[in-house]
């Protein structure tokens, strides 16, 4: 079993600067992808970016601008999403979700068994 809980969410002007952190426990053959994924009111669920723990490699969705960092630290069990030069456009619940799987496989929501509870960003 897995548990994630993310932080770091709030209120943020156009053009600064916010870090989201999930922290990860449990079977860690079970968050081998760890990702972030965001929803909107009224839209679906979307990923924003995957990174594999065995090797570090990232993955970003087709809808996330280059302004969004993944990385995490496997000693600390911590995920982060760096987001830089924010958007009105990116306000969004971001949700933090884990999988056994292999990441670039992984983009819908549905292949992901283990969520966290979400943090609001808002960008105004």
């Known amino acids: 079993h897995v548990q994630l809980v993310e932080s770091g969410g709030g209120s943020v002007q156009a053009g600064g600067s916010l870090r989201l952190s999930c922290v990860a426990t449990?079977?860690?053959?079970?968050?081998?992808?760890m990702s972030w994924f965001r929803q909107s009111p009224g839209k679906e669920r979307e990923l924003v970016a995957n990174i594999y723990t065995d090797d570090g490699r990232t993955y970003y969705g087709d809808s996330v601008p280059g302004r969004f960092t993944i990385s995490e630290d496997s000693a600390k069990n911590m995920l982060y999403l760096q987001m830089n030069t924010l958007e009105p456009e990116d306000t969004a619940t971001y949700f933090c979700?884990?999988?056994?799987?292999?990441?670039?496989?992984?983009?819908?929501?549905?292949?992901?068994?283990?969520w966290g509870q979400g943090t609001q960003v808002t960008v105004s």
């Open positions: 449990g079977n860690a053959y079970s968050r081998k992808c």
């Open positions: 979700a884990a999988s056994g799987g292999y990441c670039p496989y992984l983009k819908s929501p549905s292949s992901f068994p283990y």
